[in-house]
Antibody, heavy 121, light 111 residues
Framework: QVTLRESGPALVKPTQTLTLTCTFS??????????VSWIRQPPGKALEWLAL???????YYNTSLKTRLTISKDTSKNQVVLTVTNMDPLDTATYYC?????????????WGQGTLVTVSS | QSVLTQPPSVSGAPGQRVTISCTGA?????????VYWYQQLPGTAPKLLIY???NRPSGVPDRFSGSKSGTSASLAITGLQAEDEADYYC???????????FGGGTKLTVL
């Protein structure tokens, strides 16, 4: 059974760095073709893809946020970590991690429940 | 503005057929990149509905179907049910952005 769960602070102050952890089970990120994405959704707004990391440690970032994002994985812990620097109130959103369907990283077939991050002083 | 354009809302009566369009450009759908559709029920995480343009994951009813042509794609829902009331998002890869992009989402209301 594949599960993913996001964890991290619910509240961060402007200019701070956000660190989110996606802990998953039911698959391994060391398996060829596997990948994990981070996607966010501001309240009442659309989904926005942020970053992706694959089994080969290749990393892809949203170009408009690239300078602020870092994605990494710890295969032994079954975790993927996303850091977002210089947080702004506009970064308030529910942050999701999702697994890319084996062999097709574009298809996010399992999602975490999401974690709401509010940016406020 | 989203890279992929969807109508903000569509509606239909139970039993009817509705379609949701997703219009892209030559750097994404028109470049041959596949289209994916997600359903998001209120207060829940998105769920993969259609992958690689036309394929349904296991468990998705065949009332849902996807198509793609040129720089656009469509999601069709037949035999509309109250439980289909949700937000629907299309997704593809964009070559010029070197990343994945979502549409702005379409709210489906079952009358």
């Amino acid at each position: 059974q594949v599960t993913l769960r996001e964890s991290g602070p619910a509240l961060v102050k402007p200019t701070q760095t956000l660190t989110l952890t996606c802990t998953f089970s039911g698959f391994s990120l060391s398996t060829s073709g596997m990948c994990v994405s981070w996607i966010r959704q501001p309240p009442g707004k659309a989904l926005e893809w942020l970053a992706l990391i694959d089994w080969d440690d290749d990393k892809y970032y949203n170009t408009s946020l690239k300078t602020r994002l870092t994605i990494s994985k710890d295969t032994s812990k079954n975790q993927v970590v996303l850091t977002v620097t210089n947080m702004d109130p506009l970064d308030t959103a529910t942050y999701y991690c999702a697994r890319g369907k084996g062999g097709d990283c574009s298809a996010s077939d399992y999602w975490g429940q999401g974690t709401l991050v509010t940016v406020s002083s | 503005q989203s890279v992929l354009t969807q109508p903000p809302s569509v509606s239909g009566a139970p039993g009817q057929r509705v379609t949701i369009s997703c219009t892209g450009a030559s750097s994404n759908i028109g470049a041959g990149y596949d289209v994916y559709w997600y359903q998001q029920l209120p207060g829940t995480a998105p769920k993969l509905l259609i992958y690689a343009n036309i394929n349904r994951p296991s468990g998705v009813p065949d009332r849902f179907s996807g198509s793609k042509s040129g720089t656009s794609a469509s999601l069709a829902i037949t035999g509309l049910q109250a439980e289909d009331e949700a937000d629907y998002y299309c997704q593809s890869y964009d070559l010029s952005l070197s990343g994945w992009v979502f549409g702005g989402g379409t709210k489906l209301t079952v009358l």
